[in-house]
């Protein structure tokens, strides 16, 4: 049973750091690649960033370039999401998600597998 698990959300107020875990089970971690996508409120889900299966290659959305970074760690089966600076417009529930290969990293229907979410609260 593919599991898909965040954890590290929070409520913080803006300037200060949040780090997202999400950790993976019951498919070949290290064969997907993995994405954080986010979702406000009546708004759609978005990408926010993405790691290919090395984890080297790495995409950012315009909106977080700079303040976040996403990392993987393959023998530990975890996702990573570094958030600083953050901003009350980075208020959502935060989702990991894998995407079999090849990955479209920016297109939510090319996942195969989401997690749960976390909610990240950020206030002025």
């Given at each position: 049973q593919v599991q898909l698990?965040?954890?590290?959300?929070?409520?913080?107020?803006a300037g200060g750091s949040l780090r997202l875990s999400c950790v993976a089970s019951g498919y070949t971690y290290s064969s997907y690649c993995m994405g954080?996508?986010?979702?406000?409120?009546?708004?759609?889900r978005?990408?926010?960033?993405?790691?290919?299966?090395?984890?080297?290659?790495?995409?950012y959305a315009d909106s977080v370039k700079g303040r976040f970074t996403i990392s993987?760690?393959?023998?530990?089966?975890?996702?990573y999401l570094q958030m600083?600076?953050?901003?009350?417009e980075d208020t959502a529930m935060y989702y990991c998600a894998a995407a079999s290969v090849p990955c479209s990293i920016t297109t939510p229907a090319?996942?195969?597998?989401w997690g749960q979410g976390t909610q990240v609260t950020v206030s002025s």
């Open positions: 698990v965040e954890s590290g959300g929070g409520s913080v107020q954080w996508f986010r979702q406000a409120p009546g708004k759609e978005e990408g926010v960033a993405g790691v290919w299966t090395g984890g080297v290659r790495t995409y993987r760690d393959n023998a530990k089966n975890t996702l600083n600076s953050l901003k009350p090319r996942y195969n597998y």
